[in-house]
């Protein structure tokens, strides 16, 4: 198992192999369809998002509402293909990871390659299990959307495999 | 006439909406375990257990199995001599839904419009689906959906001269286009016959039959072992990383059909598929 910190250093991210076990520990932001769809409008209206996403990592998620004293509820990963249109235009501001469920478009695995990029899955229904790995989260865009605002979380050891790497492997590419 | 009050059914919806998301239904559980039993590839045993885990973590921490808490699928078997007083049924299953996903912290996923999708709040409205049955009591059983896995289910009507093997090849292509997104090790629901709408009807009520018990039916019975085992040679495995667990359960649910066609719809469900029912 590979400990990596977030945000993604670059010369480790480019050693990243498709089908790596890897526990990562730092920032992630949250956003699902609605937030995508939010962003992707703003990018193609030249307007700035109320995050610089240089050097993050997305997670495909919606949480539960968090129960009285805890950070978040239940946090498991969405499918990513829903989001597989959205993609391209964060990856150009400099998007450098995601983390989801389920398989890629040819289209998004070929800009992973170009753009350094890293596409992680974390299995899906467990997200009783990944929210003991959350220590903190904050809405920081879309609170409207409600469990589709994007969230700041900050993680530790949230384990994840390599779906996708720099170099455009797949997992599930049979 | 036995009287029931509607605040009972409120009660008991919310109630039954907190239990079914945060309490793994023990046949499925089981059926993790002995899968996990069965799993050479080390990825995919490691899942399980990862899934195993997760539900004990959910039961005892009391979060949501799975970040999805659905949309609320609820079942009223209403035995034909009950009196329901006080609010009308559909009102209080809502506010029950309502209820139960605010007092247990869960995500309210239902948007009023398809089209406009501003989210309710409140998860409701459920979908309700009653009967009326013998009896003097109602049976509530609150089934919640998640979406990735409802995402991925179909129906098509077949011709009536259509081969059985010629169903199970559709029944597998829906399995295949699934992949990993749908939350394998998944449980199908298949509904046979009716029409249009009640093959979906029935694919989704065939999911409530806890996988270890056996179809009544017996050529019905050979069918679901059959399709259960084509299934887990697929070879998608757990998360779709390879492996003997693709399904754990196949249940079909028949109902006579007309002369000029063959309904077929499955539904398709994850490895947190839920449901939690009294009889009150």
Known sequence: MIRLSLPLDKEKRIKLKAGQRILLSGRLYTARDMAHKNL??????HKP?????????????????PPPGRPIGSCGPTTSSRMDGFTLPLLKLGLCGMIGKGGRSKEVRRALKSFKAV?????????ALLAQKVERMSVVAFRELGTEAMHELYVKDFPVIVAIDTKGRDIYEK | MRKISSEKIRETVSALCIEANISLRRDIL????????????????????????????AKREKLPICQDTGAAIVYCEIGQNVLITGDD??????????????????????????????NTGTNTPAVIHTTIVPGDKIKISVCPKGFGSEN?????????????????EFILDVVKECGPEACPPLVLGIGLGGTFEKSAELAKA??????NRKNPD????????????????????????????????????????????????VCVSCHATRGSEKTI
């Open chain 2, 152 to 168: 991925k289910s179909k129906i098509r009507m077949f011709n009536p001269t259509a081969s059985i093997k010629e169903i199970k």
């Open chain 2, 89 to 118: 049924l559909a009102r209080s299953i809502n506010r029950g839904v309502s209820d139960g996903y605010r007092k247990g912290y869960l995500r309210k996923s239902i948007v009023e419009s398809p089209l406009d999708r501003k």
């Open chain 1, 40 to 45: 992707v409008d703003m990018v193609n209206k």
């Open chain 2, 30 to 57: 089981d059926a993790i375990k002995r899968a996990l039993a069965r799993e050479k590839k080390r990825i995919a045993k490691d899942i399980l257990r990862e899934l195993i885990e997760n539900a004990a973590i």
């Open chain 2, 218 to 265: 017996k050529d019905l019975d050979r069918l679901e072992k059959e399709l259960l085992g084509d299934i887990n040679a697929l070879n998608i495995g757990p998360m779709g990383m390879g492996g003997k667990t693709t399904a754990l359960g196949v249940n079909i649910l028949t109902f006579p059909t007309h002369i000029a066609g063959l309904p077929v719809a």
């Open chain 1, 119 to 127: 596409y992680f899955v974390a299995t899906g229904g467990a997200g």
């Open chain 2, 206 to 211: 065939a999911l409530l039959r806890a996988i």
């Open chain 1, 49 to 65: 998002l109320p995050v610089d996403l240089k050097g993050e990592v997305l997670y495909y998620c919606g949480p539960t509402p």
